[in-house]
């Protein structure tokens, strides 16, 4: 029988374990976790992102000269000082690496409880299941 990298297992390495309701459950939630883990670290990546263009802003107002400024929010341009806007991307830094913070939070949580599962479903299958990202 293929393993889960299309290799073809060694007779003693297969395991003709039936797939019990209580397996097939573990194995969704693994799946669940894992589509959720992919969310999390492309929310990660695009806060990161954001992080590094509000840097590039704070890094523009303080060459300034002390003029007002365009501060852009969503669709809208409003002007504002160069100290409003840059309590603006203080602000924005702060919330942003708090989301950021939690996130890392629920994706150790998630590994976490991938790391269970995979425990119980490889000892149950060994090789005959594949849980690793390919």
Do not use: W
Request: hydrophobic share 35%.
């Amino acid at each position: 029988m293929p393993d889960g990298n299309g290799m073809i297992l060694a007779k003693e390495e297969e395991n003709d374990a039936e797939v019990r309701r209580e397996d097939q459950d573990q194995i969704n939630e693994f799946g669940q976790l894992n589509a959720r883990l992919h969310e999390l670290r492309f929310e990660v990546d695009k806060l990161k992102k954001l992080l590094e263009k509000i840097d590039d802003a704070s890094t523009e107002l303080m060459m300034g000269d002390g003029d007002r400024v365009m501060l852009r929010l969503g669709q809208a341009m409003f002007e504002a000082t160069e100290d409003e806007a840059t309590e603006f991307c203080e602000a924005e830094v702060d919330r942003s690496q708090g989301i950021i913070d939690k996130l890392a939070e629920e994706e150790a949580d998630i590994l976490e409880q991938q790391a269970a599962l995979k425990k119980l479903l490889y000892g149950r299958f060994g090789k005959s299941i594949n849980l690793e990202e390919s």
